[in-house]
């Protein structure tokens, strides 16, 4: 399937998705689609990199095929691995049938041969199941492959990736070197817990997502949470542009300000107050400390967005 794509389609196909985004995306993901080439989204936790890989699968019927990683991932959870409950149910069948399959053999080295050939099927694709990459690899028509928190997962596992990401390809010792049949588009995010090698970035585009400014942001709840009224909109973003300012132990993501425009809206809020804020507090920030930090100087933060108007 061809798609005309620009980047002001993309962001317009994005937007009906629910998904905003600004130029640079849009140009990143349009090159990722005409290089075939994979992007590895950086950025701090809940600024969309996720998204951004679903709205592509969205914007070009593709399906998703999502890994996610951890400390401990390997090839046989992200790759493949073998059927061994089916592999112990044909080696039973083959024990039974042991004495007709030597027939016509009559020494040890032909006897061997007859069973090797057996064997064999054994680590075949019948016995193969697909994980998460293979099925990447094999699938009918194309794909968008998203291989999440990639800095959770150890630097084997990066290696592990290199032939993935530069040829479209994997080696299966007992089968040989499966080739794509379409280039899935390939993206790849990081939190920035750990570096990454510059081998896997090579093989890759950058994009680097930050938290919105306060006009993206507006724009974003406009789309995602359109029941809350512009006075609102304005002032429940410019609280949260000011919390990003403060010394959190996380900030609050995208995420978590459509969660609070949906919160306000369910609240029936039409404009914010310090004891609105303070009740709902624990929707934008997940540590305690941070919420006691934030109720300390609550009322000089409602202050500033006082003055600002």
Same mark, same amino acid.
């Given at each position: 399937?061809?798609?005309?794509?620009?980047?002001?389609?993309?962001?317009?196909?994005?937007?009906?998705?629910?998904?905003?985004?600004?130029?640079?995306?849009?140009?990143?993901?349009?090159? %990722?689609?005409? #290089?075939?080439? +994979?992007?590895?989204?950086?950025?701090?936790?809940?600024?969309?990199?996720?998204?951004? %890989?679903?709205?592509? %699968?969205?914007?070009?019927?593709?399906?998703? !095929?999502?890994? @996610?990683?951890?400390? /401990?991932?390997?090839?046989?959870?992200?790759?493949?691995?073998?059927?061994? /409950?089916?592999?112990?149910?044909?080696?039973?069948?083959?024990?039974?049938?042991?004495?007709?399959? #030597?027939?016509?053999?009559? =020494?040890?080295?032909?006897?061997?041969?007859? #069973?090797?050939?057996?064997? =064999?099927?054994?680590?075949?694709?019948?016995?193969?199941?697909?994980?998460?990459?293979?099925? %990447?690899?094999?699938?009918?028509?194309?794909?968008?492959?998203?291989?999440?928190? !990639?800095?959770?997962?150890?630097?084997?596992?990066?290696?592990?990736?290199?032939?993935?990401?530069?040829?479209?390809?994997?080696?299966? +010792?007992?089968?040989?070197?499966?080739?794509?049949?379409?280039?899935?588009?390939?993206?790849?995010?990081?939190?920035?817990?750990?570096?990454?090698?510059?081998?896997?970035?090579?093989?890759?585009?950058?994009?680097?997502?930050? $938290? +919105?400014?306060?006009?993206?942001?507006?724009?974003?709840?406009?789309?995602?949470?359109?029941?809350?009224?512009?006075?609102?909109?304005?002032?429940?973003? /410019? $609280?949260?542009? @000011?919390?990003?300012?403060?010394?959190?132990?996380?900030? +609050?993501?995208?995420?978590?300000?459509?969660?609070?425009?949906?919160?306000?809206?369910?609240?029936?809020?039409?404009? #914010?107050?310090?004891?609105?804020?303070?009740?709902?507090?624990?929707?934008?920030?997940?540590?305690?400390?941070?919420?006691?930090?934030?109720?300390?100087?609550?009322?000089?933060?409602?202050?500033?967005?006082?003055?600002?108007?």
């Amino acid at each position: 399937m061809t798609h005309d794509l620009s980047v002001e389609k993309i962001r317009q196909g994005f937007a009906q998705a629910g998904y905003i985004c600004n130029p640079a995306i849009a140009m990143t993901m349009l090159l %990722a689609y005409k #290089l075939e080439k +994979p992007v590895l989204v950086e950025g701090p936790p809940g600024v969309g990199k996720t998204e951004l %890989a679903k709205a592509t %699968a969205t914007l070009l019927n593709y399906d998703l !095929i999502r890994l @996610q990683c951890y400390e /401990g991932l390997d090839e046989s959870k992200a790759l493949y691995e073998w059927k061994y /409950g089916k592999q112990l149910l044909y080696t039973q069948l083959l024990k039974e049938k042991l004495g007709d399959l #030597l027939k016509g053999t009559h =020494d040890l080295p032909s006897s061997i041969a007859r #069973l090797h050939e057996f064997g =064999d099927i054994f680590y075949s694709e019948d016995f193969l199941e697909p994980r998460p990459l293979l099925q %990447a690899l094999r699938a009918e028509k194309g794909t968008v492959l998203l291989i999440d928190e !990639i800095d959770k997962a150890d630097h084997e596992f990066e290696s592990f990736l290199l032939e993935m990401l530069s040829d479209y390809q994997i080696s299966i +010792p007992e089968i040989g070197t499966i080739k794509a049949r379409h280039h899935p588009i390939v993206f790849l995010t990081s939190n920035n817990t750990r570096e990454l090698s510059d081998a896997l970035k090579r093989r890759c585009l950058h994009l680097y997502i930050p $938290f +919105p400014d306060a006009a993206l942001e507006r724009t974003i709840i406009q789309t995602r949470v359109p029941g809350v009224n512009e006075a609102l909109r304005e002032q429940l973003v /410019g $609280f949260v542009q @000011q919390l990003r300012q403060l010394d959190l132990k996380k900030q +609050p993501a995208i995420s978590e300000t459509i969660d609070w425009a949906r919160t306000l809206l369910l609240l029936h809020t039409e404009a #914010l107050s310090a004891e609105t804020v303070e009740s709902t507090l624990n929707v934008l920030l997940k540590h305690e400390e941070d919420i006691t930090s934030v109720k300390d100087d609550l009322r000089g933060l409602l202050a500033k967005l006082v003055q600002r108007k």
